[in-house]
């Protein structure tokens, strides 16, 4: 129910248009289907369909190439690099469809038929699947070799890249169509890790059969084949049985019984898919986007290398001394502090080094809920070359179990949920020896399921410029068993502007250290207008079902709609289809209520109160419709007693309450509850500079009281209710 919120404290305190992510109509405003996507969300934080829109799930086993157009590096967006010959052909290997395909020029020489991926990102790429055109539309490649890279150049100051040879075929191949090649790490790892880390592919054909692709049956269907006739092939048969080659002279010598002829179509070498079978997504990609950050506290800078996806970069720490060599070392504890943007499931994470790994750490996460202190509860997931950690029963890596010194290592842990990830780290190793420094390339991050909370928000709604009352709220979902809707509102009649400013690293930092720093080291700015929050209200409590009163103050200028859609379960998401807002004409353009006198005399001792409200006077506009009841929502077990009601005018009213008309307690429609009571009065209150006093007896037990008071009207079969709003205290 919409209404007043006055505070008693001992002492008592008073207290039909378009528009992105929704349409406003004149009784109602409508969120449908296809409205979500305008409003304010994580990016790639949720899948949008015509359904509606739920929580974005993660996989595991992802085809990393299908994607791959989804993410720049150095300004260029992965897909395909280079490719030897027919290079407007060449990004069919990677959409997917495995009746499309790229061909090498047939003209071209053998050295260069091959084709290069980009995947955009560096990921742990498990298997490599090579695809050829189905039998009937095309060969497979004669030979051929598939190369990996992690972005690292051929050599110091090289333009190519260091390559190595993830799997060949054997033999000379006429048939075979699918060829799938496990990949194995490049570094030193952990026993057991399977896979490497990959951003480029690289096809080659080594060998082919040009003319002589296939052999077909008779100068028929030879000369059917138009432009892809092959070779005709002339030989002669010993008594030995073998079959000679001769030329077209030696085949035209010979007798009959001892010639031979062979006809061709031309070889057709047809790749259709190259397929790179990775661990899952890397959530830790994308964070920026997202809203996330990312914090060094004791490094040197350079931390969001670490989840760039671009192997060549490094978070490069260096150890750091005090007086002369041998001294203590400073800064002994460390951490990387990261936060994803949203919320995961997360269940693993990969850490890949350059050069020295950290003698021990400690990784960690938490979905944001806070300590007694304030600090964020972190709950440690995994921890190498530490005896003083605790770890979960369902945590795969322990201390001491893996090596601490390997360059690749795998941290498996019980899927939690999580938004911010802690890495602590020590460069004095557990016998007190100090590693000289590291670099950390890459730390990735997996999970599954569908994200357990996506907060998403409407952009700033005005309502017009004559605002209507918000009535009640209504939507279509659908909330599996363990899942959830969290919907809430605020509103509010001025914004103000909002500036943010970036370094080059997405931290974000002052306008005054923004406008002094070099253009190279600049990052984005940014400028939104968002509420004021000297005007605007609290945001609401969450709405319980459809249908439910708003409980926002209004008429207001503008309103904003929050939803969290929340699960409990990977494998489970809600659903949100629509939303609607009921509008009405307001009673009047402002309510306002103050209650005097503003200060209990003393906690438990009935006294008297006068709650008194106004309609101000409206400058050029109307009144409204008026209202003839009011609802007080009071505090429980206050002794609250009714003395009288009096209406008239502010000025007839200022006298100690004497003036205006006065009306009894037989006199007045009166519905009492535990904690509301109901007025009904005899007339309609609607002229500016009217006012209502309502005097009433209470004891007030608590530090501070809070009254919602509302003003209603019967309008076509229901009532209109409107906030009332407190004067400044």
């Known amino acids: 129910m919409n209404g007043m919120r006055l505070m008693l404290i001992v002492p008592v ?164 169509r699918v060829f799938e090649y496990d990949l194995r790490p490049s570094q030193k790892a952990d026993p057991g890790i399977k896979g490497d880390l990959v951003q480029y592919v690289q096809i080659v054909a080594t060998g082919s059969d040009g003319r002589r692709g296939a052999q077909v049956n008779g100068e028929a269907q030879w000369d059917a084949l138009g432009a892809a006739q092959g070779d005709v092939v002339y030989f002669r048969r010993e008594s030995s049985g073998v079959e000679r080659e001769v030329s077209k002279a030696e085949y035209d010598a010979i007798s009959e019984e001892l010639r031979g002829i062979r006809y061709y179509r031309m070889e057709q070498p047809r790749l259709a898919e190259v397929e790179v079978w990775t661990v899952g997504e890397n959530i830790s990609l994308g964070w920026k986007d997202r809203g996330g950050s990312i914090d060094a506290f004791g490094g040197v800078g350079g931390q969001s290398n670490v989840v760039d996806g671009n192997y060549t970069t490094a978070w490069n720490v260096e150890t750091s001394f005090s007086g002369a060599a041998g001294a203590q070392v400073k800064n002994r504890d460390r951490n990387l502090l990261f936060d994803l943007g949203t919320w995961y499931w997360v269940d693993r994470t990969f850490i890949v080094y350059g050069f020295n790994v950290f003698p021990n750490y400690i990784l960690s996460l938490s979905d944001g809920s806070l300590a007694p202190d304030g600090s964020r509860v972190f709950n440690a997931v995994a921890a190498r070359g530490r005896d003083d950690v605790s770890l979960g029963s369902d945590a795969f890596v322990r201390a001491g179990v893996l090596p601490a010194d390997t360059e690749m290592q795998d941290n498996e842990f019980s899927p939690i949920k999580g938004r911010y990830f802690r890495f602590d780290y020590r460069l004095i190793d557990a016998k007190g020896r100090v590693t000289w420094g590291s670099d950390i390339r890459q730390l990735l991050l997996f999970g599954y399921g569908f994200l357990p909370q996506v907060n998403l928000q409407t952009p700033v709604i005005e309502l017009g410029a004559n605002p ?55 990052g984005d700015s940014t400028v939104a207008f968002v509420p004021d929050e000297s005007d605007w209200s609290p945001w609401s409590q969450f709405y319980e079902r459809p249908g439910d009163a708003i409980t926002s103050p209004s008429p207001r200028r503008y309103i904003l709609i929050e939803v969290a859609l929340v699960s409990d379960d990977p494998d489970r998401s809600a659903l949100l289809k629509s939303l609607q807002i009921g509008l009405r004409d307001p009673l009047a353009h402002q309510i306002v209520g103050e209650i005097s006198p503003r200060r209990a005399q003393q906690s438990g001792l009935s006294e008297e109160f006068k709650l008194s409200l ?43 309450g004497d003036g205006g008309r006065a009306y009894g307690v037989d006199d007045l429609e009166i519905t009492t509850r535990a904690d509301t009571l109901s007025i009904h009065l005899p007339e309609v209150v609607r002229a500016s500079g009217s006012q209502v006093d309502v005097r009433f007896k209470g004891k007030f037990y608590l530090a501070s009281n809070a009254f919602l008071v509302s003003v209603g009207m019967d309008r076509d079969d229901s009532t209109v209710w409107q906030r009332v709003d407190a004067t400044a205290a």
Request: aromatic share 10%; hydrophobic share 40%.
């Open 13 to 176: 305190l008073c207290a039909t248009a378009w528009a992105q992510g929704y349409r406003l109509e004149q009784n109602q405003l409508i969120v449908a289907e296809s409205d979500w996507s305008e409003w304010d969300f994580p990016t790639g934080a949720l899948d949008l369909s015509s359904e509606g829109v739920r929580p974005h799930f993660v996989k595991r086993h992802i085809n990393a190439a299908l994607n791959a157009g989804d993410f720049v590096h150095e300004k260029t967006s992965g897909g395909i690099r280079r490719a030897g010959t027919n290079l407007d052909e060449a990004a069919r290997v990677m959409d997917g469809a495995d009746s499309t395909y790229w061909e090498p020029d047939l003209d071209a020489p053998l050295r260069q038929w091959w084709v290069e991926l980009d995947l955009g990102r560096v990921v742990w790429a498990e298997k490599i699947v090579v695809k050829f055109a189905a039998e009937g539309a095309g060969d497979p490649f004669l030979q051929f070799k598939v190369l990996t890279s992690n972005g690292d150049e051929a050599f110091q100051g090289s333009q190519s890249l260091d390559y190595r040879v993830a799997g060949r075929s054997e033999g000379l191949n006429k048939t075979r």
């Open 468 to 522: 209507r009352i918000l009535s009640t709220i209504s939507w279509a979902a659908e909330t599996p068993l363990g899942t959830r809707l969290q919907i809430r509102t605020r509103t509010g009649n001025r914004l103000t502007e909002d500036k943010h400013f970036y370094n080059k690293q997405g931290v974000e930092v002052t306008e005054e250290e923004y406008r002094k720093m070099l253009s190279f080291v600049r």
């Open 614 to 656: 106004n309609i101000p006077p409206n400058e050029g506009g109307a009144s409204g419709i008026g209202f003839d009841q009011m609802l007080l929502e009071v505090p429980p077990s206050i002794g609250f007693e009714l003395v009288d009601v009096r209406v008239g005018s502010a000025s007839d009213l200022a006298a100690d």
